[in-house]
């Protein structure tokens, strides 16, 4: 845990003492209120980098509702079509990503996108298998993976 969250959490436990209201909605707002203060002093403190990074996990997370919404949508359209023409495969997803807990969340990433399911991880790390509902150009899907969550977090944990 790191020293900025751990201060988050102290101030926002003190909000809620000065208040006497521990409750979970005034917990929150004190939790938010420190970090607007937290922010505010950011340069002061040197804690510009730990602001940095949480904008870039606030962007992983709105670039993954935004694939869950895509997805959700194409798969919609696929099951109320009255003839359903689809071309399932299992792509070989080449990682970049290197750490266990960065294979792991690109994997669950992918597997919570509606149509698209992580299989298996290669022996030696290198390789992420997919199921794909309906992947007519398997080349474009690895691109949009590559281009999409796997950017996103070697921009967060690098």
């Not at 992947?135 to 690895?142: A, E, L, R």
Request: some cysteine; hydrophobic content about 50%.
């Amino acid at each position: 845990m790191s020293g900025l969250f751990l201060i988050n959490i102290l101030m926002a436990l003190s909000w809620a003492a000065v208040t006497g209201s521990f409750s979970v909605v005034n917990l929150a707002f004190g939790f938010v209120l420190s970090l607007a203060a937290l922010f505010l002093i950011r340069e002061q403190v040197g804690t510009t980098a730990s602001f940095q990074r949480a904008g870039k996990v606030v962007s992983l997370a709105a670039l993954f509702v935004y694939e869950l919404v895509l997805s959700a949508w194409r798969v919609a359209r696929i099951v109320i079509r009255p003839k359903i023409e689809l071309q399932p495969g299992i792509i070989a997803y080449p990682l970049t990503v290197e750490s266990d807990f960065e294979i792991t969340l690109l994997a669950n990433l992918i597997t919570l996108t509606p149509g698209t399911l992580s299989v298996d991880v290669s022996e030696d790390r290198q390789t992420l298998y997919v199921h794909c509902i309906d992947v007519p150009d398997p080349q474009g899907t690895i691109d949009d993976i590559k281009n999409g969550f796997e950017r996103k977090i070697l921009e967060v944990f690098r």
